[in-house]
């Protein structure tokens, strides 16, 4: 089955500082990749997704992510970070094939974003 | 942009009591689901429906659970007799198909008293 881990339950970071948010995922087959973000009080908003084609891949609101298979990662990253990014981010994983399209969420990273 | 509308926002209800959570998913998508996230806890899977019947569930989706698309626009959780346990916060979430995003409502935050 397939799974996704998020190292680091919470990230600080300066304004105006790099983001990095971890995500690596196992799958038997190289799955379809998300991240989203969860404002406070709010839904699930879709960052980015990898399902084929290039590996860097560009969301909304600055982030991108690189899907690498050989270190099964989509690490979110994002150059510059702006006091409206604190939230939590989830990735989550989809096999490419059969199990009925479900998403499987990582634990979540709270991100904090400091003046 | 299209939306997936979840109401109520909140419920309040005694255990034991049935609750029905209620969705309308985006109209052109095919592939509808239901996820859970207790409180600081992960986002959990709890069933997909496509085509008028379930395509997956998982453990959690017991038979306190049911899926219906009554009227080809709604789509509905029921919890039959609820437990304490079942506080959480409920997202809807439908899509075009596979190579998808997957838009998810705002939720419904279930409060099991």
């Not at chain 1, 990662?73 to 479900?102: I, Q």
């Not at chain 2, 609750?19 to 689901?33: A, T």
């Amino acid at each position: 089955a397939q799974s996704v881990t998020q190292l680091g339950s919470h990230v600080s970071v300066s304004e105006g500082a790099l983001v990095l948010l971890r995500c690596n995922y196992s799958s038997s087959v190289p799955p379809y990749l998300f991240w989203y973000v969860q404002y406070p009080n709010q839904g699930l908003q879709l960052l980015l997704k990898y399902t084929t084609g290039a590996t860097l891949v560009k969301g909304i609101n600055g982030f991108e992510a690189e899907f690498k298979k050989s270190e099964t990662s989509f690490h979110l990253t994002k150059p510059s970070a702006h006091m409206s990014d604190a939230a939590e981010y989830f990735c989550a994983v989809r096999k490419v094939t059969g199990g009925g399209n479900k998403l499987t969420f990582g634990t979540g990273t709270q991100l904090k974003v400091e003046l | 942009e299209p939306e997936v509308t979840q109401t109520p926002s909140h419920q309040v209800t005694q255990m034991g009591q049935e609750v029905i959570l209620r969705c309308v998913p985006i109209s052109n998508h095919l592939y509808f689901y239901w996820y859970r996230q207790i409180l600081g806890q992960k986002v959990e899977f709890l069933v997909s429906f496509y085509n008028n019947e379930i395509s997956e569930k998982s453990e959690i989706f017991d038979d306190q659970f049911s899926v219906e698309r009554p009227d080809g626009s709604n789509f509905t959780l029921k919890i039959r007799s609820t437990k304490l346990e079942d506080s959480a916060m409920y997202f809807c979430a439908s899509t075009e198909g596979s190579v998808y995003g997957y838009t998810f409502g705002s939720g419904t935050r279930l409060t099991v008293v």
